[in-house]
């Protein structure tokens, strides 16, 4: 039987420096995100990781909201993160207007559902997610078919982003949130 009690345990009392962003997630999903209970021990780092998101989902990205919540489905799936499946998943069935998307991205090499495009940048989404990355020739001609260079580095840094936030909220044990009912994670 699995230990439920996380091995790192979570804050119960936020610093004040985080009492805005707490209730801003209070206010739009109902409760505070776990997450923010285990960062919240660094406050500082918080608000750059903080200000690091918000820059790469503003309006003026080269990337579309919808590929953006794809890809971060994809690299929590691969980081079995499952808080990051949880609230990805709920982005991605918001942006793309249903679950068949969501439901897809495991297996998404045999899918119909995702375009080209997509496709290449599901399969860099993998590639740099790899330990180490395993970025080949092949992956950079098709890459380069679909996207500039400028949003080539911005999905770079929405990849790493991704994969610190997995990896940390995954080796942590950090749990699901319960907001989207994709339960569970699929094999890699």
């Known amino acids: 039987m699995k230990n439920d009690a996380p091995w790192v345990a979570p804050l119960q009392q936020l610093p004040v420096s985080l009492?805005?962003?707490?209730?801003m997630q209070q206010k739009h999903y109902g409760a505070v995100l776990n997450p923010t209970r285990w960062w919240g021990r660094m406050p500082r780092l918080f608000w750059l990781v903080a200000?690091?998101?918000?820059?790469?989902?503003?309006?003026?990205?080269?990337?579309?909201p919808e590929l953006r919540a794809l890809l971060m489905t994809r690299i929590s799936q691969v980081c079995h993160c499952d808080f990051c499946i949880d609230t990805n998943s709920l982005r991605l069935a918001e942006r793309s207007g249903a679950m068949e998307k969501v439901l897809a991205v495991a297996s998404w090499r045999d899918?119909?559902?995702?375009?080209?495009?997509?496709r290449a940048a599901l399969a860099?989404?993998?590639?740099?997610?790899?330990?180490?990355?395993?970025?080949d020739e092949a992956l950079k001609a098709e890459l380069s078919a679909h996207f500039n260079a400028d949003a080539i580095s911005e999905m770079t840094a929405l990849i790493a982003f991704q994969n610190l936030s997995a990896r940390f909220n995954a080796a942590l044990e950090i749990p699901s949130q319960g907001l989207c009912q994709r339960a569970g994670h699929p094999d890699a």
């Not at 009492?19 to 209730?23: C, D, F, G, N």
């Not at 200000?51 to 579309?64: D, H, K, M, Q, W």
């Not at 899918?111 to 997509?118: C, K, P």
């Not at 993998?126 to 395993?134: L, N």
């Open 51 to 64: 200000l690091f998101v918000g820059f790469l989902e503003r309006r003026r990205s080269p990337l579309a």
């Open 19 to 23: 009492k805005p962003i707490a209730a």
């Open 124 to 135: 860099y989404a993998d590639a740099v997610t790899a330990t180490p990355p395993q970025v």
């Open 111 to 118: 899918s119909t559902l995702f375009t080209a495009q997509e």
